[in-house]
């Protein structure tokens, strides 16, 4: 993964790039018929079941559009949160709140719907020596939060973006003529341009798990939709000689079931990908 100096940037540059794309040259709506004294309060309201992911996030983006805002917080992110609970309370400026509401309960919504998600699948696994990974199938623009949204949620994240590590997939492997080749090509230009980025292969049968097994210096072996006794077959071999994951249309039936094959991951693009967002609003309060 990226540092946190990285991770802080990119959610700054997605704020700036939100706030943009939302405001333009004025919230004319609010300049209308809101003076520019006028202070209002208004609070976060849950109107669903889940887990509640975004409330720092937020507390960013009122800091961004306005630093004299003020948020007082009664629910944390990773906490359940049922219909009728109140997260927060942010004062001040009712422009500045105004402009910053949609940013705000689009990202939170999203978010606490990706924490939902990501905590279920955390309880299935409980017992287990098995993780939850998320993916690159991400929204646009928006990665940095859906990937905080997975952490807040007990799970796990897997590279940011193509830059961080080296994920030899099918394509990969079938273009550079074979998966002795790739690893090999990919080992001699982490070593030429001075990168140490760790190396995931994707396995798409057994003699391929054998392959990259003898190639060594993998990081990580991807099993991309093994059954369950293949599963089984691939970890025994594998053994310590590199980490395991598990993919390729795993849901909340089956993902148990890969877990107790031994894997010590199991990645799901359903995390970011298939998820409905969580209703909140922003309520003014008298």
């Known amino acids: 993964m990226i540092s946190e100096a990285q991770f802080q940037n990119e959610l700054q540059l997605l704020i700036a790039n939100a706030i943009r794309e939302d405001v333009g040259d004025g919230d004319h709506s609010s300049l209308a018929c809101i003076p520019a004294t006028a202070q209002g309060k208004a609070k976060l309201l849950v109107k669903d079941n889940g887990i509640i992911a975004g409330v720092e996030f937020a507390k960013m983006i009122f800091n961004y559009v306005d630093s004299y805002l003020e ?3 009664f629910i944390e992110d990773g906490t359940p949160v049922k219909f009728g609970d109140v997260v927060f309370h942010v004062s001040g400026s009712s422009q500045s709140i105004l402009k910053a509401e949609r ?3 689009n990202s939170m919504q999203r978010m606490s719907a990706i924490a939902t998600k990501t905590n279920s699948y955390v309880q ?3 017992g287990t020596n098995t993780k939850i990974l998320d993916t690159r199938k991400t929204t646009p623009g928006f990665r940095v939060a859906e990937k905080w949204a997975v952490k807040i949620g007990g799970g796990e994240n897997h590279r940011f973006a193509l830059y961080d590590m080296v994920m030899l997939k099918d ?10 080749l790739a690893i090999a090509k990919t080992k001699a230009y982490l070593k030429e341009t001075k990168r140490d980025l ?3 292969v994707e396995a798409r049968d057994l003699n391929e798990v054998k392959e990259i097994v003898a190639a060594g210096g993998v990081f990580r072996i991807l099993l991309d939709n093994f059954d369950y006794e293949m599963t089984k077959e691939a970890v025994a071999f594998i053994g310590d000689a590199s980490l395991t994951e598990s993919s390729g249309n795993i849901n909340e039936d089956t993902i148990r079931h890969y877990a107790e094959c031994g894997v010590n991951y199991i990645s799901s693009g359903a995390l970011t990908h298939s998820i409905y967002n969580m209703d909140l609003s922003l309520k003014a309060i008298e």
Do not use: C, Y
């Open 71 to 73: 948020i007082e917080t």
């Open 103 to 105: 940013m705000v309960l």
């Open 124 to 126: 299935l696994l409980e």
């Open 171 to 180: 394509n990969h492997i079938d273009f550079a003529g074979g998966i002795s």
């Open 198 to 200: 760790k190396i995931i």
